[in-house]
Structures are given as structure tokens and as C-alpha cells.
């Protein structure tokens, strides 16, 4: 019987073994798409304790504290930080099988150097020594990343967003690069009129153009795209449920902004429109500056009205959506093809179920202009975890080419979740370390060894404009 979490953890073959320790265990870490807040950073804070570092903001914890029957309270709560820690180590031991139960120890492990098994029972043992170490220098912000080897970070951030954290760290001389993405969801939010004019009003006060209709709209968000490419950023990143990619006429925009202008109610299919509208304008700036764009697809967000109208968004009442991805996505990608406006793209589902639509459809725009143009993204939230790596590593190897793939992100707003890269590498080795051994793949290291260092790092460092 194998010891938990031990050396070998998820490396099963000799060959597993070798191709990581060998190869990409030592590797750097990029982070091109995560949440981490760039003021913290910026500030170089260090957390008060163990739950403000670890149970703050992350939603995972969070659904499986509600689904263990624990009280909001304790989640997003008044409680105590200690007593929220006391319940989300009383739910550790049920998270077996669950990707949080590896996350967990492993944060454990390679932060703290703390072996034991997390419950209810040690849990203020654990809590104490946690935030000891957190009081001191070793466990800034900052100390952190350089202590997982963790070489840029792509933050995401909205276009009316000052940067001013970005340009702090930059001028602080910080060795690890901390760059902004360009995420525009909330200037196409046409579900909402009045949100959307509020938005806009804060567009007109941070661009300092006024916005009276879709052609000075769109004038705002560009000055706003050419500030972030000012300051560094070389990416963008939309979350969506789809592509969207109606047809419209440009008057038929113009009349559709004038109405959102005017707070007046459009349709279903004007909404459609205006967003498509927009995405397509992004795209296009994007190539323009030679950007990479991502879009993260497939998610059905804000289940829970009466927990959302409570707690707001990003507090854990998401799931995967079953929305049609094929046609759109392919419609939106061959406009910008048929004239040569197609940026790098990568592009995430979250539905499991189109794995083997993304694989393929990535194919249809590779022009070979570039090695892995149009990328198969991670596995991402729901699903980075070992079957949902494995089911999206193996469709991208039967229709693509895993050795240019571009690697794991962390998708997260924790400092503590850089463990995810050394899951997603133990992954990866024991993939390739089993095909190996059964007889598959050929046992050249030096091949072997060099396509893992390349997943692990080479391919995003050379993919991005870092």
C-alpha cells in the first residue's frame, strides 16, 4: 500500500517518475490567466491567518462547506476566522475524491511543510502553525510566488480599471512579472441597460471621452485597450457562455446602442447583435497589437437567485451549461480568418461534453503561421481536476498536437494555489510515463523530456509576448 501524498503521488510507472523529477519538476511557472487582486501584490501584504490566505473569496471551499452542511456564516459569514477554519477542516475529511482533498495537502505540503491529514480534530494545531509562519517575512505576497518558482502572472482586469497596482509593482522592480488582461464582459452586459449605463458613465469619467453614441463607445474602449497595451498587458480574456456571432449591420448597432443609451428595452436577438458586435471589434484590436485571446466558454452562472441577490456574484453558485458551442464559435473564428485578423487564440469549455468539438475545431484555423495558433485551454474550474486534465489532455492528443500546447493555469484568486501546476505536471508525466511503458510511445527521454519541459513552460513562454 502506497503512502498518501507521498514523492510518487500520481506518478504510477519508473518512467512517470523520471519525466518529472528528470524534467518538469523544476520548471517555471507561467500563470497567463488567474485572479490574483494586483493591489495585494502591489502592497506585498501578508495575511492576518490561515483562513484570510486560504477560505477568503474561494467559492470551492465555500460549495463544499454548504454541501457538508456547514452555515454561511461560516462561509461568507460573521464567524471568526478561526471558527470558519475549525469547519472547513471538519470538511476536509468528506472531500475525499474531491480535487480540494489533493489541493489541500498539497498546499500543506509545499507551503508549510505540514505532513498531517487535515480534520476537526488538529485543525487548531494546524491553523497556529500556519499563521505563525504568515506573520513572518518568508510569507509575504511576494515571497510566495518566488517561492513556486512562478516567473509572470497575468491578472484580469476590466477596461476602466486604474492599473495603478500594475505600474506600483513594475516600478518596485518586482523580478516576477505582474501583467494586466483586458476582460471587457461588463461593457457588453446589454442584459442589463442600467447597468451597462453605469458602466459606461464610469468609461467616460476614466477615458475622459464622452459617450453619446456606439462610434464614441467604441472610441472609449479602444483608448482603454491601447492604455492597457501601455502598461504592459499582451492578452485578453472574455467569459462566456458562448460566441457570439449574429449578424448585424452597423446602423443596426448604432440604433440598438441609442436605445440601451436611452435605457429602453431591446430584444433578445438586439442583444445577441450588440454583442456581437462588440466581440468582433475586440478581436480585431487584439490582432492589431498581436495579442493572445482567450475565451473561457460554457458556463451557467448565478443558479441561485435568492443566495445571489444575498451574496452576489462569484460566491459559489455556478455550474457548467449545455449550450451549443459549434456553429457560433466556427462562424466567429472564420470571419476573422477570411481576412487575416485572427489573433492567437485559446479557447476553454467547461463542459466536458465538447472536449472533442474544441480539439478539432482548433484545427480548422492552425494557418501554420504560427505553432499552436488556436490553442485547446486547460482544463478550468469544474474541471481541473485528474479526469477532467486526462479527458482534456487526451482529446487534444488524438485530434491536435499535445506537444504544443501551451500548459496549465491556475484560474484562481489564492496565493496558495500554485500546487495546481505540479498536479496538472504529475498528470501529465504519468500520461506519457503509462504510454511508455504499455508500449506506446517510444522510450526516448531526451524527446520525452523535452516535450514535458516544453508543456510545463517552453510553449507559453514562447507563445506569449511576455
Given at each position: 500500500m502506497k503512502k498518501f501524498l507521498d514523492e510518487n503521488f500520481l506518478l504510477q510507472t519508473k518512467t512517470a517518475q523520471q519525466l518529472y523529477y528528470d524534467f518538469a519538476k523544476e520548471m517555471p511557472i507561467i500563470d497567463y490567466h488567474c485572479h490574483l487582486p494586483p493591489d495585494q501584490i502591489a502592497e506585498d501584504i501578508q495575511f492576518e491567518n490561515l483562513s484570510r490566505i486560504w477560505l477568503y473569496g474561494d467559492h470551492y471551499k465555500w460549495r463544499a462547506m454548504r454541501a457538508n452542511g456547514i452555515d454561511e456564516s461560516y462561509c461568507t459569514g460573521n464567524k471568526s476566522d478561526s471558527e470558519k477554519f475549525q469547519k472547513w477542516a471538519e470538511t476536509?475529511?468528506?472531500?475525499?475524491?474531491?480535487?480540494?482533498?489533493?489541493?489541500?495537502?498539497?498546499?500543506?505540503?509545499?507551503?508549510?511543510?505540514?505532513?498531517?491529514?487535515?480534520?476537526?480534530?488538529?485543525?487548531?494545531?494546524?491553523?497556529?502553525?500556519?499563521?505563525?509562519?504568515?506573520?513572518?517575512?518568508?510569507?509575504?505576497?511576494?515571497?510566495?510566488?518566488?517561492?513556486?518558482?512562478?516567473?509572470?502572472?497575468?491578472?484580469?482586469?476590466?477596461?476602466?480599471?486604474?492599473?495603478?497596482?500594475?505600474?506600483?509593482?513594475?516600478?518596485?522592480?518586482?523580478?516576477?512579472?505582474?501583467?494586466?488582461?483586458?476582460?471587457?464582459?461588463?461593457?457588453?452586459?446589454?442584459?442589463?441597460?442600467?447597468?451597462?449605463?453605469?458602466?459606461?458613465?464610469?468609461?467616460?469619467?476614466?477615458?475622459?471621452?464622452?459617450?453619446?453614441?456606439?462610434?464614441?463607445?467604441?472610441?472609449?474602449?479602444?483608448?482603454?485597450?491601447?492604455?492597457?497595451?501601455?502598461?504592459?498587458?499582451?492578452?485578453?480574456?472574455?467569459?462566456?457562455?458562448?460566441?457570439?456571432?449574429?449578424?448585424?449591420?452597423?446602423?443596426?448597432?448604432?440604433?440598438?446602442?441609442?436605445?440601451?443609451?436611452?435605457?429602453?428595452?431591446?430584444?433578445?436577438?438586439?442583444?445577441?447583435?450588440?454583442?456581437?458586435?462588440?466581440?468582433?471589434?475586440?478581436?480585431?484590436?487584439?490582432?492589431?497589437?498581436?495579442?493572445?485571446?482567450?475565451?473561457?466558454?460554457?458556463?451557467?452562472?448565478?443558479?441561485?437567485?435568492?443566495?445571489?441577490?444575498?451574496?452576489?456574484?462569484?460566491?459559489?453558485?455556478?455550474?457548467?451549461?449545455?449550450?451549443s458551442q459549434a456553429r457560433s464559435l466556427s462562424k466567429f473564428l472564420n470571419k476573422l480568418d477570411q481576412e487575416d485578423h485572427l489573433a492567437k487564440t485559446i479557447l476553454y469549455n467547461l463542459n466536458p461534453a465538447d472536449n472533442e468539438l474544441i480539439a478539432s475545431m482548433i484545427g480548422n484555423f492552425n494557418d501554420g503561421s504560427v505553432a499552436g495558433k488556436i490553442q485547446f485551454g486547460s482544463a478550468w474550474w469544474f474541471l481541473d481536476q485528474k479526469d477532467g486534465m486526462v479527458k482534456q489532455l487526451d482529446a487534444l492528443s488524438n485530434m491536435g498536437l499535445l506537444s504544443r500546447f501551451v500548459g496549465m493555469i491556475t484560474d484562481s484568486r489564492s496565493f496558495l494555489s500554485y500546487p495546481r501546476h505540479e498536479y496538472f505536471r504529475r498528470i501529465l508525466c504519468n500520461l506519457i510515463g503509462n504510454d511508455v511503458e504499455n508500449g506506446e510511445l517510444p522510450n526516448d527521454m531526451k524527446w520525452l523530456g523535452q516535450t514535458v519541459q516544453d508543456i510545463s513552460f517552453n510553449n507559453a513562454n514562447k507563445y506569449f509576448n511576455f
Open positions: 476536509v475529511p468528506y472531500a475525499l475524491r474531491n480535487p480540494l482533498y489533493h489541493w489541500t495537502h498539497l498546499e500543506l505540503q509545499r507551503y508549510f511543510d505540514i505532513e498531517d491529514i487535515l480534520s476537526g480534530d488538529n485543525a487548531m494545531d494546524i491553523y497556529e502553525k500556519c499563521t505563525h509562519k504568515l506573520q513572518t517575512p518568508q510569507f509575504s505576497v511576494r515571497n510566495l510566488l518566488k517561492k513556486m518558482n512562478v516567473v509572470t502572472v497575468c491578472t484580469t482586469d476590466d477596461p476602466i480599471d486604474s492599473l495603478e497596482h500594475h505600474q506600483k509593482i513594475k516600478q518596485d522592480n518586482f523580478e516576477i512579472k505582474v501583467l494586466p488582461a483586458f476582460r471587457p464582459d461588463k461593457a457588453m452586459n446589454a442584459d442589463e441597460p442600467e447597468a451597462l449605463n453605469n458602466y459606461i458613465n464610469k468609461l467616460e469619467e476614466v477615458s475622459g471621452i464622452s459617450v453619446d453614441n456606439y462610434d464614441d463607445y467604441l472610441k472609449a474602449l479602444k483608448s482603454r485597450h491601447d492604455y492597457f497595451a501601455e502598461n504592459g498587458c499582451s492578452v485578453s480574456d472574455h467569459g462566456l457562455e458562448k460566441i457570439f456571432a449574429e449578424d448585424y449591420t452597423d446602423q443596426e448597432i448604432r440604433n440598438i446602442f441609442n436605445l440601451l443609451r436611452n435605457r429602453k428595452a431591446i430584444s433578445d436577438t438586439e442583444i445577441l447583435k450588440f454583442k456581437s458586435a462588440l466581440l468582433f471589434e475586440f478581436a480585431l484590436w487584439d490582432h492589431e497589437k498581436g495579442w493572445v485571446q482567450q475565451y473561457h466558454l460554457g458556463a451557467l452562472r448565478g443558479n441561485n437567485t435568492r443566495k445571489l441577490k444575498e451574496l452576489g456574484p462569484d460566491t459559489g453558485w455556478d455550474s457548467i451549461g449545455d449550450y
